[in-house]
C-alpha cells in the first residue's frame, strides 16, 4: 500500500526497512526466492506497471542485488 502512495512525478525510489519484511516485500513484488537477506543488502527491482498505483503481487524482476560480501577482496 506504500508503494502505491508514491507521488506520480517519481519514477525512482528507494525502500529501507528491516528483517523479515524486505525480503517478503520482494519476494512478493518479485515472486523469487530470497534466501538470504544479509544486514546491508541493496536490491533494484524493476516493475512492469507504468504506475506506483498499478504495482502488485510479481509485477517486477530484480536487476540486481549486492551484499557486504561482494566488497570484500577476494586473495587470488
Do not use: M, Y
Not at 508503494?3 to 523479515?20: A, D, R, T, Y
Not at 530470497?34 to 498499478?54: L, Y
Amino acid at each position: 500500500e506504500i508503494i502505491k502512495q508514491i507521488n506520480p512525478s517519481h519514477s525512482n525510489v528507494w525502500l529501507f526497512g528491516h528483517e523479515p519484511h524486505l525480503s517478503e516485500l520482494v519476494e512478493f513484488l518479485t515472486g523469487e526466492s530470497i534466501k538470504k537477506f544479509p544486514t546491508c543488502a541493496v536490491f533494484q527491482i524493476s516493475f512492469t506497471a507504468k504506475k506506483w498505483t498499478n504495482i502488485k503481487e510479481k509485477s517486477s524482476k530484480i536487476i540486481f542485488s549486492l551484499i557486504p560480501k561482494d566488497f570484500i577482496p577476494r586473495n587470488p
